[in-house]
């Protein structure tokens, strides 16, 4: 209970209103090439919120990545303006949160770094060189 924080956002053009709860620890900073890609960005960071706790107002589009494995991830974002607002499985029961276009992005510290193997070298240099 403690550990959960309620977040909200919209997208840029504002058409996507969501509204979820989140894990505070279980925030986590991607540096994988698919979200260096994704994104535009050197990482991306995600909070965690299970079905019951997020709605979504508005209708993105949903685009299907499938990966290595054969895994398939939706990635939805605004039709209109193109931010980026979630990743879910195929039922979606758990939605990985985009943090860039909520309120509170700020205090949602990640507190994992995954896929520092693809990490921008520079990046490296600058942040994780404390990290595994
Ligand atoms: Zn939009
Ligand atoms: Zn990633």
Redesign the pocket.
């Known amino acids: 209970m403690f550990d959960e924080i309620d977040v909200n956002g919209t997208c840029h053009c504002g058409k996507i209103k969501i509204n979820a709860r989140v894990k505070k620890s279980k925030i986590r900073a ?7 890609k ?1 994104s535009g960005a050197p ?2 960071a995600i909070a965690i919120a299970s079905h019951d706790k997020i709605s979504i107002k508005g209708t993105p589009t949903e685009y299907v990545k499938i990966g290595d494995s054969g895994n398939k991830r939706i990635q939805a974002f605004c039709p209109d303006c193109g931010t980026q607002l979630f990743a879910t499985n195929m039922d979606k029961t758990s939605f990985n949160i985009r943090t860039g276009f909520l309120d509170q992005r700020s205090d949602l510290e990640p507190n994992q770094h ?2 520092t193997t693809s990490s921008m070298t520079w990046f490296k240099k600058q942040f994780l060189s404390d990290m595994k």
């Open positions: 991607c540096h994988c090439t698919d979200c260096q994704f990482l991306r995954v896929f």
